[in-house]
């Protein structure tokens, strides 16, 4: 999700500056209260993390963490809509199952990623998600469990994993491949249609 090592790293750092800030307005001298500087400073630095970075720049500003390279993908949170395209046949027709109008919401945390799909007969929700990373390729991948409004007897529940190529060329998209609990398959393809950061 992102580069813990780097972040660590930053806030390491801003620990040590904070230290030195708090050292050297309290006159730069060796004491026991030396030990209470240390505390005041990690405690400092946990405050920045947890608040103003986690909630304040990630909610206001998420790309910035993309450029600094805090994060290794662009911020996916949004409303996206796309088309699925299953292999499921009719039973009773034999015909194949024609491409399907979807719109999946994703809520993109900063150490955590939610998606929810719905079509006009189902919705599913994502319960584990995380960022496969492949040299430069990029994968949003997701196990999800599927509740059906309709058609329940030839659509029945189940689960299913999906795994979306995160292209950023202009403008985002994911796409890609989902398989079932149902020994089926499909192919995604989304765009973004609106932008929105941590609720």
């Given amino acids: 999700m992102y580069n813990e090592k780097l972040y ?11 230290f030195l800030i ?18 005041s400073a990690a405690g400092i630095t946990l405050i920045i993390d947890m608040f103003l970075l986690k909630f ?5 500003c998420p790309d910035l963490f993309y ?3 805090i994060t290794n993908i662009p911020f996916l949170g949004g409303d996206w809509e796309g088309v699925l395209k299953s292999d499921f046949i009719y039973p009773d027709t034999g ?3 024609p491409p399907i109008h979807a719109k999946m919401k994703i809520e993109h945390n900063f150490d955590s990623i939610i ?13 584990v998600a995380g960022i496969d990373v492949k040299g430069s390729q990029k994968f ?27 292209k950023n060329e202009g403008e985002l998209r994911l796409e890609g491949y989902y398989w079932t609990g149902r020994s ?11 932008k929105n950061s941590l609720k």
């Avoid at 660590?8 to 904070?18: C, E, F, Q, T």
Wanted: charged content about 25%; some cysteine; overall charge positive.
């Fill in 184 to 194: 089926t398959s499909g192919y995604m393809d989304f765009k973004r249609k609106t």
């Fill in 56 to 60: 304040v720049f990630w909610k206001w």
């Fill in 140 to 166: 949003l991948c997701y196990l999800y469990g599927n509740e059906v409004d309709q058609n329940r007897e030839i659509n029945p529940k189940h689960d299913g994993a999906t795994r979306l190529r995160i």
């Fill in 67 to 69: 450029k600094a390279k």
């Fill in 8 to 18: 660590y790293r930053y806030l390491i750092i801003l620990g040590i500056l904070i």
């Fill in 22 to 39: 708090i050292f050297y307005i309290q006159g730069g001298e060796l004491e026991i209260s030396l030990f209470a500087n240390v505390f």
């Fill in 115 to 127: 998606v929810n799909l719905e079509t006009n007969q189902s919705y599913s929700n994502s319960y």
């Fill in 95 to 97: 015909e194949k199952v």
